[in-house]
């Protein structure tokens, strides 16, 4: 495939992916259609938000061992920024079971679960499992909002981290009512929100760290 008409594809599958109203099984579709050229694509057109996903991590979660769950997964490209630094206890959970099976492929993961994030527990995680949950580019029309913090919270231990990078035009996915009602409770701690230029294709992004309190 040309140049122009690989573009012009990832132009379409952006477009689709991210439509109002699209349903959990047309998204699923089009990520498994799309996980064999998925990261050659993103990191093409300059997908830097899994780089500041891991070194926002990094800052607050120091122990190499650490259990963290990258949420919305993919083919595993922040799982590969968390290797090169040496993390080694990464589970996996996404939608797409062709996107898992790339990511497995590459030995990035101890588990990986195909399932929907949302508020619903996810199966076979206890309370506090995790030490970390880290999620990147997953706040966007049609995927996630701010309703899976009530399951992250449950999974991530007190004094654990959740770590999300989200392009500016969807802080409004992250910062809602569920989200605005656990900082009031005292459930969690925004302890920075970091301004990324590069985030995607030039355009910027926000990293949120934030600390698990009870």
């Known amino acids: 495939m040309a140049d122009t008409d690989r573009k012009e594809d990832i132009q379409r599958k952006l477009h689709d992916v991210y439509r109002p109203g699209i349903t959990t099984d047309q998204m699923k579709t089009v990520y498994d259609e799309w996980s064999p050229h998925y ?21 607050v979660v120091t122990d190499k061992h650490a259990r963290i769950l990258d949420c919305g997964c993919g083919t595993g490209l922040v799982a590969q920024e968390l290797q090169l630094l040496g993390y080694n206890n990464i589970d996996g959970v996404d939608m797409s ?6 990511a497995n492929a ?48 449950r999974i991530v231990k007190p004094g654990g981290y959740i770590c999300l990078t989200v392009n500016k035009d969807y802080t409004y996915l992250l910062e809602g009512d569920t989200y605005k009602t656990l900082i009031d409770n005292k459930r969690i701690e925004l302890k920075e929100k970091t301004e990324i230029p590069d985030y995607f294709r030039d355009g910027g992004g926000y990293v949120y760290t934030i600390k698990t309190l009870a």
């Open 39 to 59: 990261d050659k694509d993103l990191i093409a057109n300059k997908y830097n938000g899994p780089k500041h996903s891991v070194k926002a991590l990094s800052k």
């Open 106 to 153: 590459k030995g990035l993961y101890v588990t990986t679960m195909a399932a929907k994030l949302g508020p619903e527990p996810l199966d076979g995680v206890k309370d506090g499992d995790y030490d970390a949950v880290i999620g990147c580019g997953i706040f966007v029309t049609g995927h996630l909002n701010d309703s899976c913090l009530l399951e992250w919270t």
């Open 97 to 102: 079971e062709e996107s898992l099976a790339i």
